[in-house]
């Protein structure tokens, strides 16, 4: 008995020695696309901000779990040709949800680092709007919102893998940048909102951040 409990304290110990907890902030510019069974005109891309809390667990062998709390702008444009005067018009359809990232990677370096995750992305929709420019002239297309909050689908559901790297100011303070590529495995359309169609989200976001780093037994340099 004694013999297995001093393993396990021994293997404990090995486990714990040098281990680092990473809490920070991060923020950033995303470009969205959708993947679409609807012919939605022209270009869909659409650009919105990322940003939010995290945190990594970092153990010896540099393997890391983490999670984060970010919020993240999404959507799509589609951009029309009005009858008679051929103008061009953009309409635009926000999704501004609350992501969960829960992600697993590896990290190498000590005061400059890389690493790459990946990770499941489930998220809460906070709102939804489509809006709409003024055409001047006309009486039709006065412009303006249209909030689609309750039309659309509140949950959706992703993957996200990512890339990036820092350097360490000092012994606990971290910059670091990164890249990921996130997509939609759920559809935003409902029975009122482009029924019986599918509108996936997917695209690309580059952030930069700051951790802060704490050491558990050993500090790295």
Known sequence: ???????LLITASILTYGQMHQFGLKGGIAKTFVESSVDIPYGSEKFGAIGGLTYEYVSPMKLFAGAELLYQQRGLKEDYLLPYSYELITTTHHFN???LVA?????FGKRGCFYFNVGLTPSYLINAKISTPAVAGSILYLGGTQD?????????????AEIGGGFGIGEQMLICA????????????????????????????????????LFSEQKEK
């Open 1 to 7: 008995m004694k013999k297995s409990l001093t393993f």
């Open 97 to 99: 949800y609350l992501t």
């Open 103 to 107: 992600k697993g990677g590896v990290q």
């Open 148 to 160: 689609i909050s309750n039309d659309v689908n509140k949950l959706d559901l992703g993957g996200i």
């Open 178 to 213: 990164s890249l990921s590529y996130q997509k939609s495995f759920t559809s935003v359309t409902t029975n009122i909102y482009y029924k019986d169609e599918s509108i996936k989200h997917y695209g690309m976001g580059l952030c930069l951040g700051v951790k802060y780093r």
